[in-house]
């Protein structure tokens, strides 16, 4: 497998919650509109674990399905870490592999960093 075969990143943000309450934001999916300015909607067949499929609407109208784009196979993993006394961090990481990996990669997590910002924004309005 050459180099543009496989990529990958992480990002990190510091969130005002705790691990509990951030992990509810993710997992609750009808929220993703308030903190995630590219879902318009989401629709799990399924329950939140590995495996399940789902259906994202676009701010643009677009319609996409988790898993595989082509031939390259896209997987994010969100992680809850500690980053101090009571502090914790999210952390997105993202793996492509396949052909066009990078640039795959480098377009679906572009908005990682502004999607972050928007859960630690709605999650510190909860706590008011």
């Not at 990529?7 to 903190?35: G, R």
């Amino acid at each position: 497998m050459t180099q543009a075969e496989h990529w990958n990143k992480s990002y990190e943000h510091p969130i005002p919650a705790t691990p509990d309450k951030i992990w509810q934001a993710l997992i609750d999916t009808s929220s993703w509109k308030h903190w995630n300015p590219g879902v318009k909607s989401i629709a799990l067949e399924g329950a939140f674990q590995a495996g399940t499929w789902f259906s994202m609407a676009l701010p643009d109208g677009e319609m996409i399905r988790s898993r595989l784009i082509g031939e390259t196979r896209v997987r994010v993993e969100h992680r809850i870490e500690a980053s101090g006394p009571g502090q914790y961090q999210l952390v997105y990481a993202i793996r492509t592999q396949g052909p066009d990996a990078q640039a795959l990669g480098e377009g679906i997590s572009a908005d990682f960093p502004d999607v972050m910002a928007g859960l630690a924004h709605y999650l510190a309005e909860q706590k008011a």
